[in-house]
């Protein structure tokens, strides 16, 4: 059997996150979803975005890497600004897949950005 192989990334709030001002908060989810459209641009994230209705509220966002190693993987992951800020903490391993699966559409949902 061939299977695909993915760096996947679990990116939690950590439970001593610090706080910050409204102002800053904004500032770093920018920059963090800015860092992201880079990493999908260059090709070393297949798809990544955060969850909701999870059992854990500390589980934010998943991203698939394409790295093809758990240490890139991690270093491009703590280069995160919402990392670096400590936001952010992440979980990283493999994750595989059937070749092909991440080709299929999901479904069109539409979410509040309040």
């Keep these: ?67 093809g190693s758990l240490a890139r993987a991690r270093e491009l992951a703590e280069a995160d600004p919402a990392v670096r800020a400590g936001r952010l903490a992440v979980d990283v391993m493999t994750w595989l897949c059937p070749p092909g699966l991440l080709r299929q559409p999901g479904h069109l949902v539409k979410i509040s950005e309040d």
């Design 1 to 67: 059997m061939e299977l695909e192989s993915f760096e996947l990334v679990l990116l939690r709030r950590p439970a001593n996150a610090p706080a910050y001002d409204d102002q800053t908060l904004e500032r770093i989810q920018q920059d963090h979803l800015a860092y992201h459209a880079t990493l999908r641009a260059s090709g070393d994230v297949a798809t990544n975005g955060p969850v909701t209705d999870q059992p854990d509220d500390s589980l934010r966002g998943l991203t698939f890497y394409r790295t």
